[in-house]
């Protein structure tokens, strides 16, 4: 990804089409704002300082005395940058993202995280994901259903104890339950994703449907708390 022009150095607009015949795959782009490898383990200091590092020099406030168009130019990039910042922080949605790279998608949600790598392509990603997705579509694994129903009894009974020392504690296990399979998943996930050449695609799709029932599960204890 490029951040300004290497002949005059003037800042360019956050999207930028990617060249033509370059050798080998290419790595998605909010990967490539960040210059990080594009693997589902990522060190979380380094994504900060790279994000912290690009802030600083993209800026609006750096950018005041320069044109509108630079001024605009200078928000995109800075906007970019962030949103590369919270995909990939994020476990859950940075294997959603990596899964859209493979033509999976998993829930209609965060569809702005795809939106560079589309315009890259000059593709409708929407469509191309949604038509292989259809062609596809793998049933929810029953284990992980089963999961999801005794996660959520449990929260249920949880929250319907009427002692309140009771109920914080019944909640705060089952709150440890949910973040050991969390772990659980992002390690499957890594290994899906980093260890496997071609990625197992279908062990990270599972896993990542998984961890998508688990972080909902996780918001539904906080409300409950």
Known sequence: ????????????????????????PRAPVLFRVLGMAPRFEVDPDALEASMKRLQKVLHPDKF???????QAHSAEQASLVNRAYAV???????A??????????????????FADDARER??????ATRSSND????PVDQNVLMLAMETR???????????????????????????????ACVATLAAAFDD??????????????????????????????
């Open 96 to 113: 959603k993202y990596m899964l859209a790279a493979f033509g999976e998608r998993v829930g209609d949600d965060d569809d702005d995280d």
């Open 153 to 183: 009894e449990a929260i249920e009974d949880a929250a319907a104890d009427p002692d309140p020392k009771r109920r914080r504690e019944a909640l705060a296990a089952v709150a440890a339950a949910v973040a050991k399979r969390e772990s």
């Open 64 to 70: 005041g005395a320069r044109s509108q168009r630079a």
């Open 135 to 138: 062609s596809k579509r793998e």
């Open 122 to 127: 000059d593709v409708d990603f929407d469509v």
């Open 88 to 94: 990939l922080r994020d476990p859950l949605r940075r």
């Open 196 to 225: 496997r050449s071609p990625p197992d695609v279908l062990l990270a799709k599972r896993a990542t449907v998984e961890l998508a029932y688990l972080a909902r599960a996780r918001e539904e204890i906080r409300e409950k708390e």
């Open 1 to 24: 990804h490029r951040f300004f022009c290497d002949a005059c150095g003037e800042i360019l607009p956050a999207r930028v089409a990617a060249p033509r015949g370059a050798d080998g």
